[in-house]
């Protein structure tokens, strides 16, 4: 008779360790699904015209600097305190504001007979138009 209590205290006891065994991974995979939305992904959700982009040549070029007004950006969007829609030129006009000189890709386009043609392309076929009609 002593062995079934035994038993039945044990099987009561391991019971009670799976039981906790449980709640715990219930806990830690609702933790995460709590924290999972980041600063980061909630100033993307907020970027408008070209605003990823500067976002990504503010991140390659200075990314420890980058990292720190992103995550002030997050906060200040998580707690409601930005709720407009952040373009490139003002993200750029931040970064630069606060001593990050963020570098941008620039092309100048033309318009030639309906179809924009870069500058750099039109100087260099006008150049060439130039050079076959002048007899040396």
Same mark, same amino acid.
């Given at each position: 008779? #002593?062995?079934?209590k035994?038993?039945d205290?044990?099987k ?11 709640s715990?991974?219930?806990k830690?995979?609702?933790? +995460?699904?709590?924290?999972?939305i980041s600063y980061?992904d909630?100033?993307?959700n907020?970027? =408008?015209?070209r ?5 990504q ?5 200075? +990314? #420890?600097?980058s990292?720190?007004v992103?995550e002030?950006?997050?906060?200040l969007?998580h707690?409601?305190e930005i709720?407009?829609?952040i373009? =490139? =030129? ?5 970064f630069r504001s ?6 941008m890709?620039?092309?100048i386009?033309?318009?030639q007979? =309906?179809?924009?043609?870069?500058? #750099?392309?039109k100087? #260099?076929?006008?150049?060439f138009?130039?050079?076959?009609s002048?007899?040396l």
């Amino acid at each position: 008779m #002593s062995d079934d209590k035994e038993l039945d205290l044990l099987k009561a006891k391991r019971l009670a360790e799976m039981k906790k065994n449980i709640s715990r991974i219930q806990k830690d995979q609702q933790k +995460p699904q709590a924290q999972k939305i980041s600063y980061r992904d909630l100033l993307i959700n907020k970027l =408008g015209y070209r605003g990823v982009e500067v976002l990504q040549n503010a991140e390659t070029q200075f +990314p #420890s600097e980058s990292k720190l007004v992103i995550e002030k950006l997050g906060q200040l969007i998580h707690n409601g305190e930005i709720n407009e829609e952040i373009d =490139g =030129g003002k993200l750029l006009a931040l970064f630069r504001s606060v001593g990050i000189n963020v570098r941008m890709a620039t092309k100048i386009s033309i318009e030639q007979d =309906g179809k924009f043609v870069s500058l #750099s392309d039109k100087l #260099s076929h006008t150049e060439f138009e130039n050079n076959d009609s002048v007899d040396l």
